[in-house]
């Protein structure tokens, strides 16, 4: 201290607390930055679940204060329903089979997943998910622009 009651610094040590404080104001941010994205979800899933369900759970993070995105994967096919002769689909989670005419039940399906994206779609929306149908033909990367 000198005698005017004053501290004194060299250039070194006044560039070294500047340099402290750079420190922890940076790492202040990045805190801040951090605790952002952990407040981001991401969902991307085929939704092809109990809509009720589904939605509840991501109303929770929403009530929680999390920003949600969703991105609900159909494939092609899901979406246009292309078969023209009997198929036989098969679910790939709990490997049960049905033997189906398209031609008979085409409408009824288009009907359905129609019903079911609309319903995700204005659902998740009225309560601030962002919710986008991603065709599985495209790059998910595509849906993110």
Known sequence: ???????????????EILQ???QRLTGLEQDK???EYRDVMAVISDLLDDPDDIVSGLKHFRHKKHDVIVFQTLDPDELTFPFDRVTRFRDIESGDEV?????????????????????YERELRSVGVDYHLVDTS????FALM
């Open 33 to 35: 930055i951090v605790q």
């Open 99 to 119: 033997l189906a005419a398209p031609l008979q039940v085409r409408d009824h399906y288009l009907r359905e997943i129609q019903t079911l994206v609309e319903r």
């Open 138 to 141: 495209r790059p998910l990367d």
């Open 20 to 22: 402290m404080r750079l």
């Open 1 to 15: 201290m000198q005698a005017d009651g004053l501290y004194r610094l060299s250039d070194s040590q006044a560039q």
